[in-house]
């Protein structure tokens, strides 16, 4: 009898062993997906900081990205990232803003009186790698008629248009009139690390300003 018991005893504690997996796994699988996705995006978002960095330095270096050479370079970097030339699940914005005081007014004989951007933050350049339709810049939104087609913006249009003044930029970085700073901003959807019902519409940025 006492093995019998004994028996009894292993088979019902087995049974307990099974319901108790079961209800821990409610809490651990979803805690194992969610830390794979979490790690991922950290991966992500070292490569996204890569892609900024290296696109910032070297549009401050005057780098042309209108270039298709120089555009496969940059996609080159961002391998993996789903973001193609024009197209894709990211994208690249370069910017280049300039603070206007006297002195750029006066280049097209203007005086602060009647120099519409005198006194703001104005983009001067804007080029994009990428799926320029996944993510909106706060700094500026130049209507596409003052772009040139290096992206470059004239003096009579970043002087004058109110389509060129990158307000927001003042409450990132203080610049003295003349003064240029250049913002590479690197934005990537990542759909293939959404769990759903649980994290969705996920999606890594990284930002350089040189």
């Given at each position: ?13 087995g049974?307990?062993?099974?319901v ?21 995006s ?29 555009r ?32 750029e ?7 602060p ?18 799926n ?79």
């Open positions: 009898m006492p093995l019998a018991n004994s028996k009894w005893r292993k088979e019902k504690q049974g307990n062993a099974v108790e997996f079961a209800l821990v796994s409610v809490f651990l699988v979803p805690l194992l997906f969610g830390t794979f996705s979490i790690g991922m950290l991966t992500k978002t070292v490569q996204a900081s890569v892609v900024s960095r290296d696109a910032g330095a070297m549009f401050m270096r005057y780098v042309d990205f209108t270039n298709i050479t120089n496969n370079m940059l996609l080159r970097i961002a391998n993996g990232m789903g973001m193609t030339n024009t197209g894709g699940n990211g994208v690249v914005v370069l910017t280049k803003v300039m603070y206007i005081g006297t002195n007014c006066a280049l097209i004989g203007l005086t009186a009647n120099c519409p951007n005198y006194n703001r933050n104005v983009v001067v350049k804007r080029v994009t790698v990428g320029n339709s996944v993510y909106t810049s706060p700094y500026g939104s130049p209507s596409a008629g003052i772009l040139q087609s290096n992206g470059e913006i004239t003096a009579t249009n970043y002087l004058n248009q109110a389509s060129a003044r990158a307000d927001n930029f003042a409450s990132v970085m203080s610049l003295n009139p003349g003064e240029v700073a250049h913002i590479s901003e690197a934005y990537f959807n990542t759909p293939e690390i959404d769990l759903p019902g649980y994290r969705g519409g996920t999606y890594v940025y990284q930002r350089n300003i040189f």
